[in-house]
């Protein structure tokens, strides 16, 4: 079982920046890959990014490539996702997710067995 809990969420000006950060528990965390999704209003969950387990390879959506980061830190467990440049249509709810056994289809949600309850994050423009 692994537990995970997001945070870093906030409202922010278009063009600001904001790190989210996904602290883990209950299982060896260089084990595990991970990733980023995110969910708008009457949209459906997006994957954003994700990052294998021991950093070596990372992937993201289209929409967000060249302005997110994502990283991990297995010495503290914990996985990050540099914000910058943010739009307004950045706005959602991001959750974190984890996965012991990464698949081909690792930009789907049901990829993922874990996830954590989201963090807000609002762009005004």
């Known amino acids: 079982q692994v537990q995970l809990v997001e945070s870093g969420g906030g409202l922010v000006q278009a063009g600001g920046s904001l790190r989210l950060s996904c602290a883990a528990s209950?299982?060896?965390?260089?084990?595990?890959?991970m990733g980023w999704f995110r969910q708008a209003p009457g949209k459906e969950r997006e994957f954003v990014a994700r990052i294998s387990r021991n950093g070596g390879n990372t992937d993201y959506a289209e929409s967000v490539k060249g302005r997110f980061t994502i990283s991990r830190d297995n010495a503290k467990d914990t996985m990050y996702l540099q914000m910058n440049s943010l739009k307004p249509e950045d706005t959602a709810a991001y959750y974190c997710?984890?996965?012991?056994?990464?698949?081909?289809?690792?930009?789907?949600?049901?990829?993922?067995?874990?996830w954590g309850q989201g963090t807000q994050v609002t762009v005004s423009s």
């Open positions: 997710a984890a996965t012991k056994y990464l698949s081909d289809s690792y930009r789907r949600s049901v990829a993922y067995e874990y």
């Open positions: 209950g299982r060896t965390f260089s084990s595990i890959d």
